[in-house]
């Protein structure tokens, strides 16, 4: 019996068309590329989500997306899922997706393209054959993006949701895995498994929860922030997350902002890599004392985000859900 995969698109680049007289305009639609894509083994059943741009997708879209991949897993279990998707903002659903979406029996696959998938020699094609033959014969059971790995699209990167990142904002190999290395490759029909631990096929029943606090802002702190500055970006906040300098430093000045705001607030870095450490240095120790101060340890800050979003509208305590590893997102 042929494998079945799911397909669900939400719009992005791989929808659009270029146009000689103008921008690339969403015109294309993505069941022209599994009509090209030759894995005839393969059966496909294709729905279409919505259809915009990833910049306009919110936390509420996550929501409906994680609710749709819920149906498809609950109504009958495909061998895989493949959500097709803007490039934007691809690693903030594939995140959202790994805390909505927990103990999944199957991949959930997430790609898109740096190339519109109407245009000559786009990415979309590979891409999109990469992503389904990984849905569809890998053993790997979580969130995943599957996107190019160099230049000559020689082998495709599967990166962990919650570990991905957009770093190049056109080059087609837009994505990197961060502090950890990918949970495997794959190159034409092969897929091959880094030592990267992996959840793996099972028949398990599906957590979903859903609920989201959007109210968490994402602050970039820099040698001209205030006291006042922050403030202000903290009103009307039920928690924030921090980029800090380096390891994740913060003045004295900032430090008490944030104690007096009271609500959670994770503490990341600019960096890409490496994560925080915070109290490294003697002349950083006061920030240890803060009890509200969260550290994001490896998380990236995008995932760290969502996490805390999901986080504030779960039962149970944000600090503690926060410092565990429940879906990769942290080193242990």
């Known amino acids: 019996m042929k494998p079945k995969i799911f397909i ?189 631990t992996r959840r793996k096929r099972t028949e398990s029943n599906i957590m979903v929860s859903t609920d989201l606090d959007p109210d968490v802002a994402l602050i970039k702190l820099n040698p001209a922030t205030t006291a006042e500055m922050l403030t202000v970006y903290l009103q009307g906040m039920s928690g924030a997350v921090l980029e800090g300098t380096g390891v994740g430093h913060m003045r004295p000045g900032l430090q008490k902002v944030i104690e007096s705001f009271d609500k959670p607030v994770v503490m990341s870095t600019q960096t890409i890599y490496g994560g925080e450490c915070l109290g490294r240095y003697n002349v950083d120790q006061s920030i240890l004392g803060i009890k509200n101060l969260i550290p994001a340890r490896d998380m990236t800050s995008e995932t760290a985000l969502v996490k805390l979003m999901w986080a504030l509208a779960q039962e149970g305590d944000v600090r503690s859900m926060m410092l565990t590893n429940l879906a990769g997102e942290i080193s242990e």
């Open 8 to 196: 669900l698109t939400t719009g992005g680049t791989i929808a659009h068309r270029s146009k000689q007289d103008g921008p690339a305009v969403m015109d294309f639609h993505p069941e022209e590329l599994v009509n090209q894509i030759g894995l005839p083994d393969i059966q496909f059943e294709i729905k279409e989500l919505i259809r915009t741009g990833s910049m306009n997708i919110v936390p509420v879209t996550w929501t409906v997306i994680a609710e749709a991949v819920a149906d498809v897993l609950m109504e009958t279990v495909p061998q895989g899922l493949v959500i097709l998707h803007g490039t934007d903002t691809i690693h903030y659903t594939a995140s959202a997706l790994s805390f909505m979406l927990r103990d999944l029996s199957v991949p959930l696959v997430l790609t898109g393209s740096m190339i519109p998938g109407g245009d000559p020699g786009s990415d979309s094609l590979p891409n999109l054959r990469d992503a389904i033959r990984v849905a569809a014969y890998s053993d790997i059971a979580e969130v995943c993006i599957v996107f190019s790995g160099d230049a000559e699209r020689s082998q495709g990167l599967i990166i962990r949701g919650c570990r991905a990142r957009k770093v190049h904002s056109v080059d087609i190999n837009a994505f990197d895995s961060i502090n950890v290395p990918p949970i495997g490759y794959i190159e034409d029909e092969e897929i091959s498994y880094t030592n990267l």
